[in-house]
């Protein structure tokens, strides 16, 4: 369920608005219901550090303050609403728990607490529930090598393909493309997507879900410059070596046949190739995956 953040503004006479949204504040004890801007699913949400809340506002009189709002959302309908609560005034998330909010996530030095209004099971979307991995296996077709790496921080010593998480906001192929650089000192470009590994509790994900991407890349650079603090070895290593050697990951060894098997057969048969098309929302696109398709079908 998507949310519209519902932003307060304070004018000499306190008054708030958002589109057709006055909330007018008299004190902190003796206040008119609030209500927001509302999204298409009928979501309101208050941003705390927007509001100009008084900094020592108590728990009572905050209390007091959402109630009349929350009286007046139900009349109105409203499916649910999102409370953004800061750091600083995290008693205001203490006085909205005895409303029935719970936390939905917490980021930086903020909170964010949700309520369902609506009869029935809550139907709020959850948090992100997965970290996403990306490493980059980068191929040398004129050699049949492979770059790859061990990682320092690891008890078992074995082969694997450079990698890290990828930030917020940012596509798998620049993900791969930036690890790879960190970790090696070698410049390369996408060709395409190979695998995806989905593992559920992931330790390493604080009990989360994890996605773990290997893309093709290819060589720009050649000369390694590895970084000594992530990795305890870095080496062009022949595929055919890695793919029996036992010094690495199942992963990594699956997917060294995988590329062995492009290198003779054509890539074309292995890659998953990236389109980026237009997305629904004006000005906005996305990066499509897929094999391949004839050209007489992309049209």
């Known amino acids: 369920?998507?949310?519209?953040?519902?932003?307060?503004?304070?004018?000499?006479?306190?008054?708030?608005?958002?589109?057709?949204?006055?909330?007018?504040?008299?004190?902190?004890?003796?206040?008119?219901?609030?209500t927001g801007k509302v999204d298409r699913f009928g979501g309101v949400t208050v941003d705390l550090a927007e509001l100009g809340l008084p900094a020592d506002i108590s728990e009572s009189s905050f209390s007091s303050l959402l109630q009349d709002?929350?009286?007046?959302?139900?009349?109105?309908?409203?499916?649910?609403?999102?409370?953004?609560?800061?750091?600083?005034l995290s008693r205001c998330a203490a006085a909205a728990s005895t409303h029935g909010f719970t936390f939905h996530h917490a980021k930086g030095d903020h909170a964010v607490l949700a309520l369902w209004l609506r009869e029935g099971q809550s139907r709020l979307p959850g948090f992100a529930t997965h970290q996403i991995g990306v490493a980059g296996a980068v191929v040398d077709e004129s050699n049949g090598k492979v770059l790859v790496v061990q990682d320092r921080n690891k008890t078992k010593n074995a082969w694997k393909f450079p990698g890290g998480l990828s930030d917020p906001g940012e596509n798998i192929g620049a993900t791969a493309i930036r690890e790879v650089f960190e970790e090696t000192g070698v410049h390369s470009e996408f060709r395409s997507l190979l695998s995806i590994r989905q593992q559920h509790n992931h330790p390493g994900a604080f009990g989360m879900s994890d996605m773990y991407i290997i893309c093709r890349l290819s060589p720009l650079t050649y000369d390694i410059n590895f970084c000594t603090q992530e990795c305890l070895r870095c080496e062009w290593l022949d595929l055919v070596e890695l793919a029996k050697t036992n010094d690495t990951t199942p992963i990594t060894s699956r997917i060294a046949k995988l590329l062995l098997h492009g290198l003779k057969?054509?890539?074309?048969?292995?890659?998953?190739?990236?389109?980026?098309?237009?997305?629904?929302?004006?000005?906005m696109f996305y990066q499509l995956y897929h094999r391949q398709l004839p050209p007489t079908l992309k049209s």
């Open 1 to 34: 369920m998507a949310a519209c953040v519902f932003v307060f503004r304070r004018s000499a006479a306190r008054l708030f608005s958002c589109a057709s949204t006055r909330f007018r504040h008299r004190d902190v004890n003796r206040t008119s219901a609030l």
């Open 69 to 88: 709002s929350l009286l007046q959302w139900k009349a109105e309908g409203k499916a649910s609403v999102w409370l953004r609560v800061p750091i600083s």
């Open 265 to 283: 057969q054509g890539f074309h048969n292995i890659d998953l190739t990236m389109e980026e098309l237009a997305a629904v929302y004006s000005g």
